[in-house]
């Protein structure tokens, strides 16, 4: 008897994340983004920046509904969004503390501005970040080409809303 491959949703999410990797010519291991300096660490960096988006599109390219993993989970979503960030463009100031998110950068780059640095973090093409807890931060592309994004993140019952956007 020939042994079932059982795979879960979770599972099947991360080989999703890892075929957009590998589409986008990407290596399997990406590197690590863009880090704030250890001397530039900080609770107080930069502060509140823009609070609209500029210049940037942001498509749902799929969803799982997350309530099948338990009670802790329910109303829960997983997404993944595809960003295009034109030059000059901004993902305005926004919070991480209830939406955990991975960021891929497929091409071009854009630079971070983050309430745990006192510097700007440019991130390009190739690099993931991962984005929780305590930080807020605003992204601009500040290059000559558009820079496009692959973010995974959990939307908890409450976020479902037009704000959670970003």
Same mark, same amino acid.
């Given at each position: *008897?020939?042994?079932? !491959?059982?795979?879960?949703?979770?599972?099947? %999410? $991360?080989? %999703?994340?890892?075929?957009?990797?590998? #589409? $986008?010519?990407?290596? %399997? $291991?990406?590197?690590?983004?863009?880090?704030?300096?250890?001397?530039?660490? /900080?609770?107080?960096?930069?502060?509140?920046?823009?609070?609209?988006?500029? #210049?940037?599109?942001?498509?749902? &390219?799929? /969803?799982?509904?997350?309530?099948?993993?338990?009670?802790?989970?329910?109303?829960?979503?997983?997404? *993944?969004?595809?960003? &295009? &960030?034109?030059?000059? #463009?901004? &993902?305005?100031? =926004?919070? =991480?503390? *209830?939406?955990?998110?991975?960021? !891929?950068?497929?091409?071009?780059?854009?630079?971070? @501005?983050?309430? /745990?640095?006192?510097?700007?973090?440019?991130?390009?093409?190739?690099?993931? /970040?991962?984005?929780?807890? =305590? !930080?807020?931060?605003?992204?601009?592309?500040?290059?000559? $080409?558009? %820079?496009? !994004? @692959?973010?995974?993140?959990?939307?908890?019952?409450?976020? =479902?809303?037009?704000?959670?956007?970003?």
């Amino acid at each position: *008897m020939k042994p079932v !491959l059982k795979i879960d949703r979770m599972s099947l %999410a $991360a080989l %999703a994340f890892a075929a957009v990797v590998l #589409g $986008a010519g990407l290596p %399997a $291991a990406s590197a690590m983004a863009g880090e704030c300096p250890a001397d530039q660490v /900080t609770e107080d960096g930069m502060k509140p920046g823009p609070m609209m988006p500029k #210049g940037v599109s942001d498509s749902v &390219v799929k /969803t799982i509904d997350l309530s099948s993993k338990g009670e802790a989970w329910k109303g829960s979503m997983l997404r *993944m969004r595809k960003l &295009v &960030v034109q030059p000059g #463009g901004i &993902v305005p100031w =926004h919070s =991480h503390e *209830m939406r955990p998110a991975n960021i !891929l950068i497929i091409s071009g780059s854009i630079t971070e @501005y983050s309430s /745990t640095c006192k510097v700007p973090i440019l991130h390009k093409k190739g690099e993931v /970040t991962a984005e929780f807890g =305590h !930080l807020s931060h605003w992204w601009k592309n500040n290059g000559k $080409a558009s %820079a496009v !994004l @692959y973010s995974s993140d959990i939307l908890s019952p409450e976020m =479902h809303t037009d704000d959670a956007a970003m």
